[in-house]
């Protein structure tokens, strides 16, 4: 059983029925009081997601590995955009704006100021960076989407300031975008003293979403 505490973060504030429609979304399966207040009397929100098929449950919260699934990705841990294949539109997230160069070779994201990691620490162009180097030099990890597919094409990415990252690509391929751009981003200052991103199961993550496991 997961307990997932709702946080807030700057320019983000989802709402019950948005939670509750999420969930759904996701096909997870709640107990008869999914949404409950805090017993520390803060008034946050708590949904409790248990995973009914499974016949157990590790408690992993990795968003780079094969199994991740919601709430890891995406609630806990967000993407710079969010494309709906309903609707064919892009929502930016994490990034506010994106665009290529003139040759196609290197993406280029303006990230969302104020937004902070669950545990106070600034979300930065550095930690898109490193996620982004990170699943480059880790083959073995899946990452979000379609992620892997651009791995071979993509040379590196950098931080530029903090609210701008660059990607930079071998030869000019903007599908590459949707597959960036929906990566779940992971926070560097916790993640650089990682032995072996593969195998760390994230215990008790950090991330920029409204969820956080407690």
């Given amino acids: 059983m997961k307990t997932i505490s709702r946080h807030h973060k700057q320019g983000f504030d989802l709402t019950r029925r948005g939670l509750l429609q999420a969930a759904g979304a996701a096909g997870v399966l709640a107990g008869t009081a999914p949404f409950v207040r805090a017993q520390d009397g803060s008034g946050a929100p708590l949904l409790r997601i248990g995973a009914g098929q499974a016949a157990s449950w590790v408690r992993n919260f990795n968003p780079l590995v094969p199994d991740s699934l919601f709430p890891t990705q995406y609630a806990i841990h967000e993407p710079m955009l969010v494309f709906s294949t309903a609707t064919g539109k892009t929502t930016p997230w994490l990034a506010t704006g994106w665009g290529f160069s003139d040759d196609g070779k290197r993406l280029t994201f303006t990230l969302r100021d104020g937004v902070k990691w669950s545990d106070g620490q600034p979300f930065t162009a550095r930690d898109v960076a490193f996620t982004l180097n990170l699943l480059k030099k880790n083959p073995g990890l899946s990452g979000s989407g379609g992620i892997r597919g651009v791995m071979d ?62």
């Avoid at 040379?155 to 903090?162: K, L």
């Fill in 153 to 214: 094409t993509m040379t590196g990415a950098a931080a530029t300031d903090d609210l701008t990252c660059t990607v930079d690509f071998s030869r000019a391929f903007t599908p590459a975008l949707y597959a960036i751009g929906q990566q779940s981003i992971v926070p560097e200052h916790l993640w650089k003293d990682v032995a072996d991103p593969v195998t760390f199961a994230n215990g008790n993550p950090v991330g920029t979403g409204p969820f956080t496991q407690v």
